[in-house]
């Protein structure tokens, strides 16, 4: 079985995968002094609820956070007895080579996200990714990662309110019932909504017309399935698209390397 790893700024996603399925998700919060001990210590305790046979053969890492790469390749190697594939490597194989300017580091996430979006549904995309940031990124009819957007993220924009404006309230994102608001926490929620969905809007449609074609537009991340609620703002949602793109590269390096 495989086990994929996602590790973001905020959280990190492990998820077992049966070659057909994945068996469970756990998801815990990043952090990068975690050891090698204490992650086993908390995979191996939540994976009894499962009842899985726990016979884990390969794993792969997808890390924005460099620093905890270490300790999941140390988490991997005593406790799995593999050596990780850890996408961004050298010796991670990718389905189809990023088309950006040359000494560019593309992150981690977004290759993964480009060749799960592209397995499920081809080329001509536009990916967005609620995350730590927002994300947008453009997938090529070849399934290549060509470039993108990044703004800061939903709840990183509602925290740095909160924390310049000290009169103003931390309050939890959510659809408005109106636009105009008749109280604080209404008319923050409305702003950030419907300025968030305004800004995708506008970011998609201005992908679209230079890259002079139609594209679907695939959201994911936490926040995807709240902003889907605003009519016409994507084509599908994806709650696991990152995890299956971890697959998708696994198998091309299981086929390929």
């Known amino acids: 079985m495989l086990l994929a790893i996602d590790c973001g700024n905020t ?11 994945f068996l469970c998700t756990l998801r815990t919060s990043t952090h990068h ?10 995979f191996s305790t939540l994976i009894k609820h499962y009842e899985i046979d726990l016979d884990i053969s390969d794993v792969i890492i997808s890390s924005t956070v460099p620093r905890v790469v270490f300790n999941l390749r140390v988490f991997a190697d005593r406790f799995f007895g593999c050596r990780p594939l ?8 990718l389905p189809a080579q990023p088309r950006v300017d040359e000494g560019t580091i593309v992150g981690p996430d977004r290759l993964v996200n480009a060749a799960g979006a592209f ?3 081809g080329g001509d ?10 994300t ?14 990044i703004a800061p993220g939903v709840n990183l924009s509602l925290e740095a309110l909160h924390m310049a404006a000290a009169a103003l309230p ?3 994102i959510a659809k408005p019932q109106k636009v105009i608001g008749t109280n604080t926490v209404e008319c923050i929620q409305s702003g950030v909504f419907w300025g968030y969905a305004g800004l995708v809007r506008e970011i998609c449609a201005r ?3 230079e890259r002079d074609r139609d594209m679907r537009v695939i959201a994911t991340g936490g926040l995807a399935p709240l902003f889907q609620q605003s009519v016409d703002l994507f084509d599908v949602f994806e709650d696991d698209l990152t995890m299956h793109g971890l697959t998708v590269i696994h198998d091309y390096n299981k086929k390929n390397g």
């Open 136 to 149: 947008f990124d453009v997938v090529a009819p070849d399934g290549a990662y060509i470039g993108g957007v």
């Open 170 to 172: 931390h309050v939890d």
């Open 119 to 121: 397995d499920r549904h």
């Open 11 to 21: 959280n990190t996603v492990f998820s077992i995968w049966d070659g057909e399925k």
């Open 33 to 42: 002094a975690r050891t090698a001990d204490a992650y086993f210590t908390w």
């Open 86 to 93: 850890v996408v961004g490597k050298p010796e991670c194989l």
């Open 207 to 209: 992908i679209k017309a």
């Open 125 to 134: 995309l536009i990916v967005v990714d609620f995350g730590t940031a927002t």
